[in-house]
């Protein structure tokens, strides 16, 4: 209950019991019938009180109710036991209905509260649920795309296989080529461009088989200079007819990194 709540039924009962207390006090006990009204309707307090705040609403309203009214008995209407014996009653009976119903209110109460915290825990749940199902969809197109991915793995295995054969036929050639030409010949640049570029294109597709198999890439210490070098050396001839000209600087000792120098010449 919130506290604006709170405040205005405390402040209603206190208004009750303030008002029917005035009128036991302010009229006359000639008018019995009417003290016989009053008496009655300070059961709309406590009852009140008892269904707002349970046991301390319902017996705390009684027992101020009781403390108001016993000097109404004592003072007024004589004190007697014998000729006040159902207003002493009365009393008692303030106190009792104050009590009871608090606890069967108190007893409501506790129970909206727990079905309140089992409808709270249900709602948790099925957010919980919402999220989890979200979750689950998310891995499930994570496994679709997994899946693409895997057959796109194999057209590209299948594809470098396609391809390394005959490369390993055109590398061989050419060292065969190589092999049946004079000494001068054989020292030409060009056989050696050709040569290792075959040899880095069948890495590369040894890398792309790699990938297809979940491998890790092979890393090993490589002078960097000597894998600019090879670059710029393939492709010298092509950037001179486009007017291009390689310019770099390198110190004298070499540069030793640990990378996969394939997948560097691939960058450059």
Known sequence: MSDKRQHFWLILIGILVVVISALHYLTPTMKWQYHLIYMQGYFIPILIGAFQFGIRGGLGTALAVSFIYFPHVMLQWGGLIETNMMRFLQIFLFNLIGYVTGVISQQRMQENERYQHAVGDLEKSLKKLKTQSKHLAEVEDRLRHADRLSVVGELTASL?????????????????????????????????????????????????????????????????????????????????????????????????????????????
């Open 160 to 268: 470098a296989h396609e391809i390394r054969n005959p490369l390993g036929a055109i590398r061989g050639a050419t060292e065969i080529l190589r092999d049946e030409l004079p000494e001068e010949a054989r020292r030409s640049e060009f056989f050696k461009i050709l040569i290792n570029e075959t040899m880095r294109l069948s890495a590369v597709l040894e890398n792309y088989l790699s990938f297809a198999r979940n491998r890790k890439h092979y890393v090993e210490k490589s002078d960097l200079a000597a894998v600019i070098n090879s670059v710029t050396q393939l492709l010298t001839h092509s950037a001179q007819k486009s007017g291009v000209r390689f310019k770099y600087r390198f110190p004298n000792y070499p540069i030793s990194i640990l990378i996969d120098p394939n997948q560097l010449r691939q960058v450059l």
